[in-house]
């Protein structure tokens, strides 16, 4: 079945180690998205691809830096965690142009930063 | 630019209630409008859209209609469950795409007592 997978679920570590968030889709899907959620519950986009090779900074600022070499993969990295970066992330996909079609969501990571 | 604005949470409703939760929109054009519902501990999943002025959206029970005249897309249900609980997002992709990115309102918490 067609999806998008994100790994882990949740992640606890501590500071000042590299993490690497994954997420994965199957269904061909040219524009990924990654999302950082805070406590009050809204959605701040902070990276986004059009596709293999492309990869841009969204509206919230990130120390996080994400790679886009394989169409159906886009990991999310951080040099150096801070308590700071401790958040959900969601990840998201779209495969159709046009305004019509939204996203499809990933389970999301919760990380925490100790 | 393009905007979402949603009711403030959280809501708190018994079981078999109406719920309404108002969106508001500031767009050039005729916007895409969606509501996502998040479960706890889960990601977004598409719950409804709708694509031209006067358009209703429905699913699970819920629907939304595009009022143009007051750049509007409330959702409705007419008798609400405990298994509703969620936050619930509305966002709109705009006509000029911005990239396929969807804008997101903050989100409204509703809780549904038995």
């Known amino acids: 079945e067609a999806d998008i997978y994100q790994t882990p679920r949740y992640l606890v570590i501590g500071t000042g180690k590299k993490i690497t968030l994954e997420c994965s889709q199957t269904?061909?899907?040219?524009?990924m998205y990654w999302y950082q959620q805070d406590p009050g519950m809204e959605l701040h986009l902070i990276h986004y691809s059009y596709g293999v090779n492309s990869t841009e900074k969204g509206d919230l600022s990130s120390e996080s830096t994400v790679s886009r070499i394989r169409t159906e993969h886009f990991p999310l990295t951080l040099e150096s965690a801070r308590p700071s970066h401790t958040s959900q992330y969601l990840c998201a996909s779209s495969g159709l142009t046009g305004a019509n079609y939204g996203y499809t969501f990933g389970s999301g990571t919760r990380l925490t930063v100790v | 630019g393009n905007s979402v604005t949603q009711m403030e949470g959280p809501v708190t409703l018994s079981e078999e209630a109406f719920l309404t939760i108002n969106c508001t929109y500031t767009a050039t054009g005729y916007p895409s409008l969606f509501w996502y519902v998040q479960y706890p501990g889960e990601g977004l999943q598409l719950l409804l859209k709708a694509t031209k002025a006067d358009d209703k959206g429905s699913n699970k029970g819920f629907e939304a209609t595009y009022r143009k005249e007051t750049t509007s897309f409330h959702l409705e249900k007419g008798s609400v469950q405990v298994s509703d609980s969620a936050v619930y997002f509305c966002a709109l992709r705009g006509i000029y795409n911005q990239g396929g990115k969807l804008i997101f309102g903050q989100g409204t918490e509703l809780s549904v007592k038995p």
């Open positions: 269904m061909g899907h040219d524009k």
